[in-house]
C-alpha cells in the first residue's frame, strides 16, 4: 500500500490531464461533421475505449479535420 501512495503524485495529475483530454475531444467529435476518416460512431467509440491517452490522440492526430 505504500508503493501506491508514492505515485499517487504521478498518477493524479496523468489522470486529471486524460479525462481534459477525453472531454476536449468527445466536444470536438459533437460539434463537428466533418473528418479525416471515419464517421463521428467510429471516433466516440475509439475516443472511449482508448481513453488512456491513445483513443484520443488517434482523433487529433488521423480524424480531426483542417476546418
Same mark, same amino acid.
Given at each position: 500500500?505504500?508503493?501506491?501512495? +508514492?505515485? *499517487?503524485?504521478?498518477?493524479?495529475? *496523468?489522470?486529471?490531464?486524460?479525462? &481534459?483530454? *477525453?472531454?476536449?475531444?468527445?466536444?470536438?467529435?459533437?460539434?463537428? +461533421?466533418?473528418?479525416?476518416?471515419?464517421?463521428?460512431?467510429?471516433?466516440? &467509440?475509439?475516443?472511449? &475505449?482508448?481513453?488512456?491517452? &491513445?483513443?484520443?490522440?488517434?482523433?487529433?492526430?488521423?480524424?480531426?479535420?483542417?476546418?
Amino acid at each position: 500500500m505504500e508503493k501506491l501512495k +508514492d505515485f *499517487l503524485p504521478i498518477i493524479i495529475p *496523468l489522470a486529471i490531464v486524460e479525462l &481534459i483530454l *477525453l472531454v476536449y475531444v468527445l466536444h470536438h467529435i459533437f460539434t463537428h +461533421d466533418t473528418y479525416k476518416h471515419g464517421n463521428r460512431t467510429l471516433w466516440v &467509440i475509439v475516443s472511449i &475505449i482508448g481513453m488512456e491517452f &491513445i483513443g484520443p490522440i488517434l482523433y487529433l492526430v488521423l480524424g480531426k479535420s483542417e476546418e
